[in-house]
T-cell receptor, first 114, second 115 residues
Framework: AQSVTQLGSHVSVSEGALVLLRCNYS??????LFWYVQYPNQGLQLLLK??????LVKGINGFEAEFKKSETSFHLTKPSAHMSDAAEYFC????????????FGTGTKLQVIP | SAVISQKPSRDICQRGTSLTIQCQVD?????MFWYRQQPGQSLTLIAT?????????ESGFVIDKFPISRPNLTFSTLTVSNMSPEDSSIYLC????????????FGDGTRLSIL
């Protein structure tokens, strides 16, 4: 079975500071990995995805994530936080090889302090 | 990516009643999913709804409580039956392409409160 662990249910950063949201996964086969963002009163919006190829993937709103197989990690980063980044972020994993269900992490709520 | 519209966006219901949530997609999709997101928690998959077949329910969810229809490739409904306060949640419709490397895309959800 696959699983996702997001360290830190709440993260606070100052505006302009680095954003780092951690995600570790377990999967018996090469995974597909995703980050989603959920703003208040909205659904989930895809930020970025890793399927194959380049391990550093860039997404929307200046976010990027790096797939590190040796560390089974897919941490989300952004060099400089903006107030509009305040939201909840979910990491998700799906096993490759035929359709598999997506497993979501428990989410990390990002607070940006002015 | 597909545009997904959910109705209603929110509702307040009396216990013991039922509510049907609609999910409309602007393109044909094979796989549709219904999720529940309880307050302050992550997403839990209720069922997978593919056109032309019965919905597949996850452990802990049953058809009598959450009947699902999928009449065509652009539409699905989820009914929450005989509601109790424990059913107060956000219900999210999601779609995905057939290829396993494709992400899921979500509607804005239905925020349901049961009194």
């Amino acid at each position: 079975a696959q699983s996702v662990t997001q360290l830190g249910s709440h993260v606070s950063v100052s505006e302009g500071a680095l954003v780092l949201l951690r995600c570790n996964y377990s999967s018996s086969v090469p995974p597909y990995l995703f980050w989603y963002v959920q703003y208040p009163n909205q659904g989930l919006q895809l930020l970025l995805k890793y399927t194959t190829g380049a391990t550093l993937v860039k997404g929307i709103n200046g976010f990027e994530a790096e797939f590190k197989k040796s560390e089974t990690s897919f941490h989300l980063t952004k060099p400089s936080a903006h107030m509009s980044d305040a939201a909840e972020y979910f990491c998700a994993v799906r096993k490759s090889g035929g359709y598999q269900k997506v497993t979501f992490g428990t989410g990390t709520k990002l607070q940006v302090i002015p | 990516s597909a545009v997904i519209s959910q109705k209603p966006s929110r509702d307040i219901c009396q216990r013991g009643t039922s509510l049907t949530i609609q999910c409309q997609v602007d393109s044909q999709v094979t796989m549709m999913f219904w999720y529940r997101q309880q307050p302050g928690q992550s997403l839990t998959l209720i069922a997978t709804a593919n056109q032309g077949s019965e919905a597949t329910y996850e452990s802990g969810f049953v058809i009598d409580k959450f009947p699902i229809s999928r009449p065509n490739l652009t539409f699905s409904t989820l009914t929450v039956s005989n509601m109790s306060p424990e059913d107060s949640s956000i219900y999210l419709c999601s779609v995905s392409g057939e290829e396993d490397n494709q992400p899921q895309h979500f509607g804005d959800g239905t925020r349901l409160s049961i009194l």
